[in-house]
C-alpha cells in the first residue's frame, strides 16, 4: 500500500504571499487531516476533510482553507501570509469510522520571509 | 478542550539505559491514547496505541506504555535504549469518536554510544 505523499516539500514565501500545499492519502484512506509543526512544538490540527467537505476545525483563522477531491486527496491554501506560518504542514490520513491512529506524510516545509 | 503534557523536553541517555517518557493529559472523559516517533528527517510513526482493555500497551521496537486513568497518565518505556532510538516522541489523545489528535510538545531523545 502507498504511503501519504505531500509536496512539495519545501517552500520559501514572502509575507502577503498565498501558498497552496497538497497531499495524497494512502490507499483506502478517506479522511484527511492537516496539521501545523512549528519548531519545538507538537503538531497542531488546522482541520480535517471527509466526502470533500470540512470535518472538524482547531483553532485556525479563515485564511486557513482547504478542499478534498474525488480520489481522496487534499489541497491546503494559505492567504495573507505572515512569518508565524512559517512551519512543517503535515497531512495525516485515516479511515472515517475506523481510526486507529494516523498515517502522516513528510510534510511540507514552509519558510515565510 | 483537551490538552497533553510532556515534562521531559530533552532527555540524553547512554545506550543500554532504561528510559521513561512522561505524558500527561487533561480530559475527564474516555480517551484514546497515542505514541508517536520522528526520526530524523522522516515522517511521524506510531509506537503504539491505548483504545481500551489491559492498561499496559506493547509496541514496535520494544517500545510499550501504561494508561494510568487515575493518574491521567500515559507514560512511555522501554528497559535498554539503543542509539538508533534517537528522535523526538510525542504523546497524543483522542477523544471519542472525533479523529483528531491533541499532541504533546515532544521530547527529544538523544542516545549517545
Known amino acids: 500500500e502507498t504511503g501519504v505523499t505531500q509536496s512539495p516539500t519545501h517552500l520559501i514565501k514572502t509575507r502577503g504571499q498565498q501558498v497552496t500545499l497538497r497531499c495524497s492519502s494512502q490507499?483506502?484512506?478517506?479522511?484527511v487531516s492537516w496539521y501545523q509543526q512549528a519548531l519545538g512544538q507538537g503538531p497542531q490540527f488546522i482541520f480535517q476533510y471527509y466526502r470533500e467537505e470540512e470535518n472538524g476545525r482547531g483553532n485556525f483563522p479563515p485564511r486557513f482553507s482547504g478542499l478534498q477531491f474525488p480520489n481522496y486527496s487534499s489541497e491546503l491554501n494559505v492567504n495573507a501570509l505572515e512569518l508565524d506560518d512559517s512551519a512543517l504542514y503535515l497531512c495525516?490520513?485515516?479511515?472515517?469510522?475506523?481510526?486507529?491512529?494516523?498515517?502522516f506524510g513528510s510534510g511540507t516545509r514552509l519558510t515565510v520571509v | 478542550a483537551q490538552s497533553v503534557s510532556q515534562h521531559n523536553h530533552h532527555v540524553i541517555l547512554s545506550e543500554a539505559a532504561s528510559l521513561e517518557l512522561g505524558c500527561n493529559y487533561s480530559?475527564?472523559?474516555?480517551?484514546?491514547l497515542f505514541w508517536y516517533v520522528q526520526y530524523p528527517g522522516q515522517h511521524l510513526q506510531l509506537l503504539l496505541k491505548?483504545?481500551?482493555?489491559?492498561?499496559l500497551v506493547k509496541g514496535i521496537k520494544g517500545f510499550e506504555a501504561e494508561f494510568i486513568k487515575s493518574k491521567f497518565s500515559f507514560n512511555l518505556r522501554k528497559p535498554s535504549v539503543q542509539w538508533s532510538d534517537t528522535a523526538e516522541y510525542f504523546c497524543a489523545v483522542n477523544t471519542g469518536t472525533a479523529s483528531k489528535l491533541t499532541f504533546g510538545t515532544g521530547t527529544r531523545l538523544q542516545v549517545t554510544l
Open positions: 495525516a490520513s485515516s479511515r472515517q469510522g475506523e481510526f486507529y491512529g494516523y498515517t
Open positions: 490507499s483506502g484512506h478517506n479522511t
Open positions: 480530559y475527564g472523559g474516555t480517551v484514546n
Open positions: 491505548y483504545f481500551s482493555g489491559d492498561p
